[in-house]
Nanobody, 123 residues
Framework: QVQLVQSGGGLVQAGGSLRLSCTAS????????LGWFRQALGKEREFVAA????????YYADSVKGRFTISRDNAKSTVYLQMNNLKPEDTAEYYC????????????????WGQGAQVTVSS
């Protein structure tokens, strides 16, 4: 199983930007579809964005389309989530997830999780 270590997150005002990173080790990075998920207090973990193994297929939740961008660098074994025009409703713990051989869009299908990073957007 791949191990995922996240960095980034923090506190930002509404309209601001943050970038999350997630670096993998322990297995071949390109074997994994990668996704970003978030979990707000008292809510279930939800899908945010996903990228296929080769980076050619990208998916977004409707709530973040046009504001968030997912990308991956297979040479660096890293997936990124650039978050622009952040809103208070984006406040949550953000997790990267990896799914071997397939796209990671459903939290139930994720094989490996990062440790999480808190993103707080103040109004």
């Amino acid at each position: 199983q791949v191990q995922l270590v996240q960095s980034g997150g923090g506190l930002v005002q509404a309209g601001g930007s943050l970038r999350l990173s997630c670096t993998a080790s322990g297995d071949t990075f390109s074997n994994y579809g990668l996704g970003w998920f978030r979990q707000a207090l008292g809510k279930e973990r939800e899908f945010v964005a996903a990228v296929s193994r080769g980076g050619t297929l990208i998916y977004y939740a409707d709530s973040v389309k046009g504001r968030f961008t997912i990308s991956r660098d297979n040479a660096k074994s890293t997936v990124y989530l650039q978050m622009n025009n952040l809103k208070p409703e984006d406040t949550a713990e953000y997790y990267c997830g990896g799914r071997r051989w397939d796209v990671a869009k459903d939290p139930v299908t994720v094989d490996s999780w990062g440790q999480g990073a808190q993103v707080t957007v103040s109004s």
